[in-house]
């Protein structure tokens, strides 16, 4: 019985020491967090990949609002004469709105698919460029390891480098953002 007791107690005490050396690890490691949000809405290299990217798809968007108008047109045109028309002429209208509809969902689609392309093409070298940033302060301060503020439930603001890092990126050059490929508005006809 005192032998059971004695394994008790070794094994609290190797517990005990083995914590003891884990939460002294844990004490000298240094952490701080990062709001990459925070970061990103107050650059201004953020808000010239905005207007470039209004800019270069601003026509795919009015085309898509004049398809968008196409078809609530006659979709209240049919609504309207639907009573009326019988056989082939309805079978024609329905097919007609049927392939608008259609059309317009492609439409979406497509706009929607290159444009968030060409967003992360486009944010893709600040990313890189913060995280240069967020590198260069954790070496100069000595940091062990930055999180992000998302997947923290809490953290002293003092532990927050993200006004750091906006400071260091607004004396940085815009990085150079490789050219893509025009977007075609041939899927929108």
Not at 151 to 173: G, H, L, R
């Given at each position: 019985m005192e032998e059971f007791s004695m394994k008790k107690v070794v094994l609290f005490i190797g517990a005990a020491l083995l914590f003891?050396?884990?939460?002294?690890?844990?004490a000298d490691t240094k952490i701080a967090v990062l709001d990459v949000n925070k970061v990103l809405t107050n650059l201004p290299q953020l808000k010239d990949i905005q207007a470039g990217l209004k800019k270069k798809f601003d026509m795919r968007g009015q085309e898509l609002v004049k398809l968008q108008n196409t078809f609530r047109n006659d979709l209240d045109k049919y609504r309207q004469n639907n009573t009326t028309l019988q056989g082939e002429a309805l079978k024609?209208?329905?097919?007609?709105?049927?392939?608008?509809?259609?059309?317009?969902?492609?439409?979406?689609?497509?706009?929607?698919?290159?444009?968030?392309?060409?967003?992360?093409?486009?944010?893709?070298?600040?990313?890189?460029?913060?995280?240069d940033v967020v590198s260069k302060i954790a070496k100069e301060q000595k940091i062990d390891l930055v999180i992000t503020k998302a997947?923290?439930?809490?953290?002293?603001?003092?532990?927050?480098?993200?006004?750091?890092?906006?400071?260091?990126?607004?004396?940085?050059?815009a990085p150079t953002i490789k050219p893509s490929q025009p977007m075609k508005s041939e899927t929108l006809k």
């Open positions: 003891g050396f884990s939460s002294l690890s844990l024609k209208e329905q097919q007609k709105i049927i392939d608008e509809n259609k059309k317009l969902q492609e439409a979406r689609a497509n706009l929607q698919r290159d444009l968030v392309a060409a967003q992360n093409q486009a944010i893709a070298p600040i990313l890189q460029q913060i995280l997947s923290t439930a809490y953290c002293n603001p003092q532990s927050d480098i993200s006004d750091q890092v906006i400071a260091e990126m607004k004396k940085q050059p």
